[in-house]
Structure formats: structure tokens, C-alpha cells
């Protein structure tokens, strides 16, 4: 074996991540597939610690991790993030903006404006101060940036304004972005997945009157039959920031074809539909 051969394997080796949200979820399983991939990942979330995966990290490689305890919904904590990044690792290639709540079911009537203001907070305006303060180290590295939104973002969901609302801000967001930041050479893409299976997922189902029969409404809403995982969402996001060089301003649907075909929609009782 020659001596490129780990670059072959290796796909971002040496470079340095941010993930934001990165202890469980979607989050996690990024934080997984670029560390395995060599990067120098930082991921962080508002818990004090997580020692565990950043130790199980470390010791698996061949990449290398710190995790930074970090709030997004507070400025003071993304720039802190920031700095402990470049103490660390002295520059920043990658930025990830992944964290993120999806709320249960909610209607209009029971929601709250200041619920909506926390849910932006979080959702949104945290994805645009992590970019505010990482940019001017992306510019340097001529860098990019993957924003994970979701697919409701384009096609609704029912009971879930407020979260609709923050994710297709963030695609939007993106595409504004990706359009001042090529000045720069800094490429700036999204991810909206579909339905994902992560602990969120599951512990909103469990919220459902039949947990089991919401899990496979999860599933059958897909043309592929199953939902997606976190690792197919690491793996997109690895290709956004690897060889995905002429990606800039895209929506990349993680979905299994869930927006695709006519489904069932009519929501007023007692009319029936056409397509039986």
C-alpha cells in the first residue's frame, strides 16, 4: 500500500468541524461519520458534559473530537464555542448547524407567541449566529457551511407552525447566505431530511394515542418503505463538505421520495376523495 492510501479512506483528514446539537440524533451520528473520516470534530450541546461519546471518540479515531458545552440560543456561548475551537484546533473548515427542537403536536389556538420566539431562538436565529461568528475562519479556510432543515419545511405539516415556520426560514437563510458568501469561495448548503429515526422521533411517537401505528405511518410515508438514519444523514453531510465543491445555495432532500406522489390530504370529515 502506498503511502496516499489513507486519503483514499480518510475523506475530510485534518480538517476541522463544528457540529452544533452533535450528542444524540442526527447530530451524533454526523459527529460519527466525520470523525471516522479524520476530521477534528467539535461538537457541543447546553449539557455540562459528554464524556462518554467524546472518549469512545477519541479512542476509535482515526479522526479527533472535544465536545464544548454550549446553549445556542445565547450569543455569549456560540462565541465561546468558537474560540474553544480555534484554541484547539487552530482553524475551522466546516461549520454543521444542526440543533434543533421539533415540538409535539400543537395547534395555532395553543400556541404561544413567546413559544414561537423561544422555538426561532433555538431553530433559527441560533444557525445564524453560529454562521455570524464562524465566517470569518470559513473565509480563510474557503470553507462551507451544511444547515440541516427538514422537509416540512417545503411541503407543511399539520400541527407544527411554529417548527414549519423555523425550518423553511432556514432554507431560505441558506440560499441568502450561499449567494454573499461565494464572494469568499465559502460554500454554503442544507439538508432537509425527511423522516429520520432518532430518539426525537421516538419520543415524539410515544406522545401519540398509538405510538406503534404513528412508527409505521412513519415509515409508509416514504416510496422506499422505512425511514432514513443518522448515518445516511452523516454520510450526506460528509459529501456536501468533500465533493459536493460545486454545491452552493442547494436543498439536498434526504427523503426517501416522501415528497413524491399523491397521498391522502383531504382533512374535512365526511367528504370523500377522488383517488380511492
Known sequence: MTSTAPDLFLRYQNRVVIVTGGTKGIGEAI??????????????????AASDLEMELKESGPGDCIYVSCDVTKEEDIVKL???????????????????????????????????????????IGYFLAAKYALPHLRKTQGN????????????????????????????????????????????????????WTPLWEELSSCSPNPDATIVEGKDAQLLGRMGTGQECGKAALYLATEGTFCTGIDLLLTGGAELNYANKNQ?????????
Open 82 to 124: 468558537i474560540e474553544a475551537t480555534l484554541k484547539t484546533y487552530g482553524r475551522i473548515d466546516c461549520l454543521i448547524n444542526n440543533a434543533g427542537w421539533h415540538p409535539p403536536e400543537q395547534t395555532i389556538d395553543d400556541t404561544s407567541a413567546q413559544e414561537f420566539r423561544d422555538l426561532l431562538n433555538l431553530n433559527l
Open 31 to 48: 459527529v460519527r461519520v466525520f470523525v471516522r473520516n479524520g476530521a477534528n470534530v467539535v461538537f457541543c450541546a447546553k449539557e455540562a
Open 145 to 196: 457551511i451544511i444547515n440541516i432543515s427538514s422537509l416540512v419545511g417545503i411541503i407543511g405539516q399539520k400541527h407544527a407552525i411554529p417548527y414549519v415556520a423555523t425550518k423553511g426560514a432556514v432554507t431560505a437563510m441558506t440560499k441568502a447566505m450561499a449567494v454573499d458568501e461565494s464572494q469568499y469561495n465559502v460554500r454554503v448548503n442544507g439538508i432537509s431530511p425527511g423522516n429520520i
Open 268 to 276: 374535512q370529515k365526511g367528504r370523500s376523495s377522488i383517488y380511492q
